[in-house]
């Protein structure tokens, strides 16, 4: 897995192992802001003393990272949709957005609304099971695809209509 395709680089008179060298406009995760958290975004500038500037996903911008904060993330071409969920929950809340907002959904009176509302909220067992196997499958950290969600979604409602 990982770094296929970036060359390895090491700073001079250091021992540690060597590092992926990331270019401008490289996609990489960062642990910036001085948090343990990963954060999506993209190398901005790489400066001699091998530091990054890194210019995140939700605009902010944190110049001179040290290269062991930031890791490149392999782009998967075939994502259409660059929503990330950190958590089942959090995830459950897309899939929830994603189905309220459709054009049926907002064609419905209220009364049809908030029934429609606490059906989907029944699936959010169905669809962590789902989610969880998926996890189990393939390893905590898993990426789960608008391909997965295209699969999840009938086999959620499928399960729901029977009651299981």
């Known amino acids: ?61 944190e110049t001179h990272l040290k290269a062991e904060l930031i890791e490149p993330v392999e782009e998967d071409l075939n994502e259409s949709d660059d929503t990330v969920a950190d958590s089942i929950d959090s995830f459950f809340e897309l899939f929830v957005e994603q189905l309220m907002g459709g054009d049926m959904y907002k064609r419905l009176p209220p009364e049809k609304q908030r ?20 996890i189990e499958e393939r390893g905590p950290g898993a990426t789960v695809t608008g391909e997965d969600m295209a699969e999840l979604i009938p086999r959620v409602m499928a399960r729901a209509q029977q009651g299981t």
Not at 39 to 56: A, C, Q
Not at 115 to 121: F, G, H, P, Q, T
Request: proline share 5%.
């Open 1 to 61: 897995g990982g770094n296929k395709g970036f060359m390895h680089w090491r700073v001079e008179g250091q021992t540690d192992s060597p590092r992926p060298l990331m270019a401008a406009a490289d996609r990489v995760k960062a642990k910036g802001r001085g948090g343990d958290d990963w954060i999506l975004g993209v190398i901005s500038e790489l400066h001699p003393d091998g530091t990054y500037d890194v210019l995140y996903d939700d605009g902010d911008e």
């Open 115 to 134: 029934v429609a509302a606490d059906k989907v909220n029944a699936l959010r067992p169905l669809v962590r099971e789902e989610l969880e196997a998926i």
